[in-house]
């Protein structure tokens, strides 16, 4: 069992920045940043591995950047250059083996934070 408490959500004017950050109860291979919006499908945000292989979504590429530290057991993201569009609950989620391309369908992973809410107004 694997428990996740995010962190670092808050609101924001567009143009400015954020950092999450995810504590992890173990180590997991696989830990990623997913995030739903209201009336909208969950979304994969950024993921990273245990070899360091990391990959985000189109709409976040250049903007967001996701990092972990191992001896802290910590998964961050940080956010600039954000817009209203990324409003949304920000989930952190594990998995013990790695993805790879599948990193981005949240039904590959057994372990879910509560979430933390991101606003972002215009």
């Known amino acids: 069992q694997v428990q996740l408490v995010e962190s670092g959500g808050g609101s924001v004017q567009a143009g400015g920045s954020l950092r999450l950050s995810c504590v992890a109860s173990r180590y997991t291979n696989s830990m990623a940043w997913f995030r739903q919006a209201p009336g909208k499908e969950r979304e994969g945000v950024a993921a990273?591995?245990?070899?360091?292989?990391?990959s985000y979504a189109d709409s976040v590429n250049g903007r967001f950047t996701i990092s972990r530290d191992r001896d802290k057991r910590t998964l961050y993201l940080q956010m600039n250059s954000l817009k209203p569009e990324d409003t949304a609950m920000y989930y952190c989620?594990?998995?013990?083996?790695?993805?790879?391309?599948?990193?981005?369908?949240?039904?590959?992973?057994?372990?879910w934070g509560q979430g933390t809410q991101v606003t972002v107004s215009s």
């Open positions: 989620a594990a998995e013990n083996t790695i993805l790879g391309d599948s990193w981005s369908n949240g039904y590959k992973y057994t372990y």
């Open positions: 990273v591995d245990s070899a360091g292989w990391i």
